[in-house]
């Protein structure tokens, strides 16, 4: 899911829901995820500043195994910007930072 960072989360939403359609799914004040109705399976997250980690990641992506997802990016060299966390909204994660320096948020829900 694309991430995209803003400065005003309320006018952003408003923007993004005027321009594509879609729904609010998820607003947590800080981010909010937009779907088009009925369709979970496409989704858009808007970032204003992630409360926990030092970066806004430009991408999320859930995986079933963590844990392995993070031995695999340690592996590959990539620079581990947020190291594994359980987050008070129900996600376990971390971000890595790739070979072309952008920033990736792994995750699994709990």
């Known amino acids: 899911m694309p991430l995209i960072t803003v ?20 607003n947590h004040g800080w981010i909010a995820t937009l779907s088009p109705p009925g369709d979970r399976s496409i989704q858009i997250s808007l970032i204003a500043s992630d409360p ?19 031995r695999i ?7 581990i910007v947020h190291d594994l966390a ?10 890595f930072r790739d070979a072309d320096g952008n920033i ?3 995750l699994s829900h709990l």
Request: aromatic share 10%.
């Open 104 to 106: 990736v948020n792994v």
């Open 73 to 79: 990016a340690r592996e590959n060299g990539w620079e």
């Open 52 to 70: 926990t980690a030092p970066v806004n990641p430009a991408v999320s992506i859930e995986v079933d195994d963590l844990d392995a997802a993070y």
């Open 86 to 95: 359980v987050e008070e909204w129900g996600v376990r994660r971390f971000f």
């Open 7 to 26: 400065r005003d989360l309320d006018a952003a939403i408003e923007a993004y829901r005027r321009l594509t359609g879609m729904e609010v799914v998820m």
